[in-house]
């Protein structure tokens, strides 16, 4: 593995461009109907469960106490790992990797390290949505929707562009305040939190535009290519990526809390147990309504407690493999101590994350289940600090980007 300064980073391009772009889509026809060259471009979002070339993630995770256990079985789905390391970092991370006794040689050399400047581990956040774009005459190539990240002041915000600039990737900025977990999709539709906004700075310059909920549809049709935008409340969590996960293009799996559950489960008070129910009754909630476009069902989800909401949804999906989050072997994610409150919460935890694999296993996932105690307490979990590259080969195989793509009506759905 070869560390890739900024300045350097052209170098990539042997490795990852031209596996990934100029290897691809060799067989594809680029003309419309009756030979006459197509006459729009052609676009749609990229499904996390389609083929996937590559995953990205911060150094950060590697110091997570499971982080080397989680890298592991991103490369055992037959992903490389993009490791993005700022510079002052990555002495001690080619240290951490050269001192790994379980990291194997076949591991290594699908590792690529990137210097990349940033400050936090929630990849999924700051880095863009990838689609698939289509021009005429041109070859198809990957290119990714950016978004405003936070204050759209930081390292985090720019990572994108610096690896763009230096690897030649097409990167379209969009003027809006959207976290890349806010946003789902199943390569037609798409699904949006609530939690969307302009750029204020944006707005400080312009004249005022009709509401921007009334324009989602249109903005995400013309923008990634979704059929259809499907906007859904913040609760129980602004990122949608923490409580619902697409399977397959038509199942979508959207959390549940047993209502019965929340009354035997110790420790939490009046408020909390109504907290909860709140909770329950709006994720039933917009299961419902979900399902006017999905096939739903459900995932078990343990009772939230004070600062602590456990999911099995924030799994990472790679060329079928489900790495999935496990709780159960860490029972100090509990503020409760006593044997007996432990003793209920494993087993629970135990019963529950038996239910989660035969879920992931039902829809043809291979699940590897790694634990993520310490990642939970920081507020996320595996989707969170990831980034998927799809692999435009084996998705071309499959299936062949619609010429016509940007004629579908763009519908907005809203609860």
Not at 32 to 57: D, H, L, M, N, Q
Not at 109 to 138: C, G, T
Not at 250 to 261: E, F, P, T
Request: hydrophobic share 40%; net charge negative.
């Amino acid at each position: 593995m070869k560390a890739l300064t900024l300045p350097l980073l052209a170098t990539l391009v042997l490795s990852f461009v031209a596996a990934w772009g100029a290897l691809s889509w060799k067989k594809h026809d680029q003309f419309g109907a009756g030979g006459e060259p197509a006459a729009t471009i052609s676009i749609r979002p990229v499904a996390e469960f389609e083929p996937t070339f590559g995953i990205g993630i911060s150094e950060q995770v590697l110091t997570k106490k499971d982080g080397m256990a989680f890298m592991k079985a991103l490369l055992a789905s037959g992903t490389r790992v993009y490791l993005f390391i700022p510079g002052d970092k990555r002495e001690a991370i080619d240290k951490l990797l050269r001192n790994a006794p379980n990291l194997h040689g076949y591991e290594r050399d699908n590792i690529v390290k990137i210097q990349l400047e940033h400050e936090s581990m929630w990849a999924r956040d700051y880095f863009p949505i990838p689609i698939l774009k289509k021009i005429p005459h041109v070859v198809p190539t990957p290119s990714f929707v950016d978004f405003v990240y936070r204050d759209g002041n930081t390292l985090d915000d720019a990572a994108i562009h610096q690896m763009a600039l230096a690897i030649n990737l097409s990167v379209d900025h969009l003027p809006l305040v959207l976290d890349g977990g806010n946003f789902l999709t199943n390569g037609e539709k798409c699904i949006l939190s609530e939690e969307v906004s302009e750029d204020p700075e944006i707005l400080l310059l312009n004249s005022p535009e009709p509401p921007l909920e009334s324009n989602i549809g249109k903005i995400f049709q013309a923008a990634l290519g979704c059929q259809k935008t499907i906007l859904v409340s913040q609760i129980p969590h602004p990122h949608v990526d923490m409580w619902m996960k697409f399977l397959n293009k038509n199942v979508l799996a959207v959390n549940q809390i047993d209502l019965k559950s929340i009354d035997t489960v110790p420790g939490l008070s009046a408020p909390e147990r109504e907290k909860a129910r709140k909770i329950a009754r709006e994720l039933d909630k917009t299961a419902d309504m979900l399902e006017d476009d999905f096939e739903v069902i459900r995932m078990p989800m343990p009772v939230p407690t004070e600062n602590l909401l456990l999911t099995y949804s924030n799994a990472v999906l790679s060329n079928g493999k489900a790495i999935v989050p496990r709780y159960s072997k860490d029972l100090k994610l509990f503020k409760e101590e006593t044997p007996e409150t432990l003793r209920a919460w494993q087993s629970t935890l135990v019963a529950m994350e038996k239910t989660v694999v035969s879920i992931y296993s039902k829809y043809g996932f291979e699940v590897t289940e790694v634990d993520s105690n310490e990642w939970i307490r920081d507020g996320g979990s595996f989707h969170c600090v990831t980034f998927h590259l799809p692999d435009l080969d084996a998705i071309g195989k499959n299936e062949e980007i619609s010429h016509d793509a940007s004629r579908h009506d763009p519908e907005m759905g809203q609860r």
